[in-house]
């Protein structure tokens, strides 16, 4: 496949695996993000909570990248800016993903 | 996508131990933490809803421009109204 089509089709992929996690985000996560340390890490800990979690991540960055991707596309026109920019951008998002996929990681180990 | 970073950060902040979470939630429940956290839901939702209003149109459902603008007008106020009850159970 052409990458520019694959690109096309896995971010529509992405997009409608994300409707279900944002919904789960949006009900179980978001507000247990006020207070509670313990309570919040034993609820991360479990394998259902932190797994969805995990798929979570992946998703939510590979669909922000692939539109961080368009939108080098369409508004820089410099060849040179623009692959330095996306070069930015995965790099950054490989880190973030990263530090967050090891940090449930370590909440469900311990 | 900053909210997604937020989310990260509210996970990492877990897993270092109780003194970052602690700065993690004076961010976050500073002024500025808490308008930032409305705006980034609101957007959330917003971005949800319309990239389903883009699904539908790839599939060919209401394309006609009266539905593209009603739909359109839907979308700000569902993700309103969405925003308001999340808060509200926050």
Same mark, same amino acid.
């Given at each position: ?12 992929v992405?997009?409608?695996v994300?409707?279900p996690?944002?919904?789960? @985000?949006?009900i ?12 919040a ?12 979690m @995990?798929?979570?991540l ?18 820089v026109?410099?060849?040179?800016r623009?692959?330095r ?8 998002v490989?880190?973030w993903i ?13 | 996508?900053?909210?997604v970073?937020?989310?990260? +950060?509210w996970?990492?902040s %877990?897993? %270092? ?6 700065w ?6 500073? %002024?500025?933490g ?9 957007? %959330? ?5 319309n +990239? ?7 599939i +060919? ?8 603008? +009603? ?9 309103g109204?969405?925003t ?7």
């Amino acid at each position: 496949m052409k990458s520019a089509s694959q690109h096309w089709w896995l971010q529509r992929v992405s997009a409608v695996v994300l409707i279900p996690l944002v919904g789960w @985000i949006a009900i179980f996560v978001l507000g247990r993000m006020s207070a509670d340390y313990e309570g919040a890490r034993v609820w991360l800990g479990q394998p259902l909570n932190g797994g969805l979690m @995990i798929v979570s991540l992946f998703v939510l960055y590979w669909h922000a990248r692939l539109g961080l991707q368009v939108i080098a596309e369409d508004y820089v026109a410099n060849s040179v800016r623009r692959r330095r920019l996306l070069l930015g951008v995965n790099g950054i998002v490989l880190f973030w993903i990263a530090a967050a996929v090891v940090a449930v990681c370590a909440i469900m180990r311990f | 996508m900053l909210g997604v970073v937020c989310l990260s +950060g509210w996970i990492i902040s %877990l897993a %270092l131990g109780e003194i970052w979470f602690g700065w993690f939630d004076a961010i976050r429940s500073s %002024l500025l933490g808490q308008v930032c956290s409305v705006a980034w839901v609101f957007a %959330l939702f917003y971005h949800l809803l319309n +990239g389903v209003r883009h699904l539908f149109w790839d599939i +060919g459902w209401g394309f006609d421009l009266p539905q593209v603008y +009603g739909s359109g007008y839907a979308a700000v106020m569902v993700a309103g109204v969405l925003t308001g009850i999340l808060f509200f159970f926050a």
